[in-house]
Structures are given as C-alpha cells and as structure tokens.
C-alpha cells in the first residue's frame, strides 16, 4: 500500500512542478521523463499480479524521491541560476555527456554533492523502456547563501566530488599508490607505520586515506576555477578544523592549494594529477582568468565578462574586492555599513555573470550553430 501510495505522491508533486516556468528546457524535459518513470511504474504494480518485482519498484521509487528534492530546489526563485551557468561551464570541460545541473536549499551550513545511481537509469531504462537523457549533478547549499555567488565558491568544490566520483579518480589513486606507499598525509599515520598495522587497523584507515584524498582532489579542482577564494573561503568557513575521518584538517588543506596556484611539487597533487592522466583525463590546471574589477566596482557597476575564464575569475577577484572593501573600504564604499558591502558586492558579481548569460543566449538565438 505505502509504495503506491508514496509513488503516486511523488508524481503528485512532480505534476505540481510541471506547472512551474523553468529556466532551462532541459530541466523540463527531466522532470517530463521522470514523471513518464513514476506513471510507467504505477502501471506495472496495478492489479492482483505486479509486473514487476517489488525490492526492483522501491528502488527506484527511493531514487526518484531524492531526485525529486533537488528539482523542488531548482524550479523556484531560489535558485542560483548565475553560480549554476558557472559550474555547467565547469562541468562540461569534463565530460561530453549531457549534464543537469540541479540544486536544493538546506536550512544547514553545509554545501553536499549527491550523485545521481548509474545503476538506477539503467534499470529505469530496463524495466519501463524509459531513457533518462540527462544525467543529473546533485548540489545542496545553504538557503542564506542563495544569491550570494561570492559565498558559493564551494559549489566548484562539489563538483570536484562529481568529476572524481564519475570518473574514479581517487579510486584509481588508491591503486597506483595504496594507503600503506604514499605519499603520506597530514593528520594521518605515515604509511611506513600503515604498512606495519594488523589488519583490523589497515581495514579502518584505508577508507579514511580515501576520503581525505577526495577532499584534497576537490580542493584543488575548486581552486583551478577560482584562485585563491578557494582557500579564502575556506578560511572564514572552517578557519580551524581539526582532522577527521573524512576531512583533513584546515592548514593543510590550505598548503596543497598554495602548492598548487604557486606551481610547487607535493607529492599528494602529483599524485592526483597522474591519477588523472591514467584515466585518460588532463591534468588540473589554473582555468580562471584574472579581472581587474576596481574600476567597475569602484563605481558600483557590474564587470562585463568576455570569457567562460573570466566568469570564473570574477569569483577569485570579487571574494578579494569583498574582503578588501570590508576591512579597508575606500572612495564609495566607505560610506556603506558592512551589510550593505557585502549584499552589494555579491549583487554586483550576480549582474556581471547574469549579463554574460544573457549575451551568450543572445548570440545562441542570433548566430545559430
């Protein structure tokens, strides 16, 4: 009774969604297929004799029921669409598959990466004949952070943990190099001293090796897109975190991004960046171009952005012009209360990225492919 009832529960709210102006057709057409999914299946479980088997139906009923958070997220107002046209740019250097980016509005202070089953399209595609052609990128971020592009830097973070876990990057790092080889890491046991522990303990750490290399992988990709706000941010969000069993500790998440933009050799971004290599990818490098916004901002007017590179540079220099116009404030600025520096100077990185949309959409329409 309950799995009827919450499937036609779930393709209640997705009819209800349908009713929504979107802001991409793809997005339309995703949640088309996924209430094509729900319909299909409701027909399959009607009768005395289901058509298909039970445990087969919940999964995928659970699976459209997550998927559902994220379009609720993604068809309101409160969506990003600025931070979103940036990471789909992003996105879309890594793969040549159809990409959605969708997103959802949490209460927390935490940003999440949730990516969509593989094995759910494939049996969606296998049981009910239905092919779900985008490929969803599952972002969750706080609700106050929702037009504030400057305060969603981490977004670029997550979708370092989508390229990874698409792409298993970290996982190919844990056969090139296993936990008990190295390089080591900060916070962790060496791995002369792992390749000396029982096996009980080696069972224990190799995840946590696993997990604080897909951080580092995602701090790095953050900081390929956005220079040095990737540790900028960081800093003011968890200045002086501790290591944990699925996050390094700050300072050093703060050195392997120096290492990085500085151009120095650590054993652990060598690493990941043959990881990459083998799996056929390129090597992460700096994909931001950097803006001098003083002149704009100082006037409080909007950059205009000539280049994807420049987009993502305009998150570098704008969390630098924000930092700077908080603690120093000159010509304008120094008669703004903090409130209005910040709400103004994320206002205007908004305008910026929105006038670059509408001119790529503009030059779409009027120079078709």
């Known amino acids: ?133 985008s490929q969803p990128v599952q972002i969750a971020l706080p609700y106050i952070y929702r037009h504030k592009p400057l305060f ?18 970290v996982l190919t790092s844990m056969l090139i190099s296993p936990e008990d080889v190295g390089p080591d890491l900060p916070d962790l046991p060496s791995s002369a001293k792992i390749a000396k ?4 303990d080696r069972s224990y750490i190799k995840p946590i090796v696993r997990k604080h290399r897909a951080e580092y ?34 300072d050093a998440r703060y050195a392997l991004i120096d290492d990085f933009l500085n151009d120095r050799t650590n054993p652990i971004l060598e690493l990941l ?26 006037d409080v007017r909007p950059y205009s952005l000539k280049s994807n590179e420049e987009v993502y540079g305009l998150f570098d220099a704008g969390w630098r012009y924000l930092k700077s116009a908080w603690t120093n404030p000159t010509g304008l600025w120094a008669n703004l209360a903090e409130e209005d520096i910040e709400r103004i100077a994320n206002d205007l990185a908004e305008k910026s990225i929105r006038n670059r949309m509408i001119l790529e959409g503009w030059n779409a329409s009027a120079y078709p492919p």
């Not at 083998?278 to 001098?292: A, F, M, N």
């Open 273 to 298: 960046q043959n990881s990459l290599a083998t799996r056929g990818l390129k090597k992460l490098s700096k994909r931001y171009v950097p803006v001098q916004l003083d002149d704009a901002f100082g």
């Open 197 to 200: 522990m029982s096996g009980t």
């Open 1 to 133: 009774m309950l799995l009827k009832s919450n499937l036609r529960l779930l393709l209640a709210q997705l009819d209800g969604l349908a009713e929504t102006p979107y802001f991409s057709q793809e997005l339309d057409e995703y949640l088309g297929q996924l209430r094509s999914t729900l319909k299909a299946l409701l027909s399959k479980l009607d009768g005395n004799i289901p058509t298909i088997n039970t445990e087969i139906a919940r999964l995928i009923g659970d699976h459209v029921w997550e998927l559902t958070q994220y379009l609720t997220g993604s068809t309101t107002k409160r969506i990003p669409y600025e931070v979103v046209f940036a990471i789909e740019q992003a996105a879309s250097e890594w793969t040549n598959r159809k990409l959605l980016i969708a997103t959802a509005i949490g209460q927390d202070a935490n940003f999440y990466f949730h990516g969509g089953s593989q094995e759910f399209f494939q049996i969606v595609e296998k049981e009910l004949g239905i092919a779900i052609s």
């Open 152 to 169: 969603c830097i981490p977004l670029f973070h997550e979708l370092g943990h989508f390229v990874d876990s698409a792409n298993e990057v």
């Open 217 to 250: 992988f995602a701090d790095v990709f953050c900081a390929a897109y956005v220079g040095q706000a990737a540790k900028g941010f960081l800093e003011e969000f968890s200045p002086n975190d501790e290591a944990t069993g699925t996050h390094p500790g700050s």
